[in-house]
């Protein structure tokens, strides 16, 4: 397993602009989205505990991966939190790519936490 190359403290620490700069030139060196994604999460985060106005983080790259890439699970996953980067026009013809996915991956949430809760209630009633 790779080891990504960024720590919470230099995400949550560093100049903006140049963690912008580097989570960019980490995807195109890479291509790896997923991660690219959860770097783009946390520098949301960050944006909106931050005192001072700051644009949208890595506005491009999550547009190429959300138009160019593949409906894939954990895009549909996570399309939600980037609402923001996209008009409505493109909103709703992303909705039209990734309906399937987003209705499946809700539909196994949903499945995961009825089967966690019989399971404890068997064990509870085992026990």
Wanted: proline letters at 4%.
């Amino acid at each position: 397993m790779k080891k990504h190359p960024f720590t919470c403290r230099q995400l949550f620490n560093r100049d903006y602009q140049k963690m912008q700069r580097q989570v960019t030139k980490y995807y195109q060196h890479t291509m790896n989205f997923a991660l690219c994604l959860k770097f783009v999460e946390a520098l949301l985060i960050r944006r909106a505990l931050a005192a001072e106005k700051l644009d949208l983080p890595l506005y491009p790259v999550v547009r190429e991966i959300y138009f160019d890439q593949p409906a894939t699970p954990k895009l549909a996953a996570s399309i939600y939190q980037f609402g923001e980067y996209f008009t409505a026009g493109e909103w709703h013809l992303l909705m039209e790519k990734y309906r399937q996915l987003v209705r499946l991956y809700i539909f196994v949430k949903i499945l995961g936490e009825i089967l966690k809760k019989r399971d404890r209630q068997a064990l509870f009633l085992s026990g």
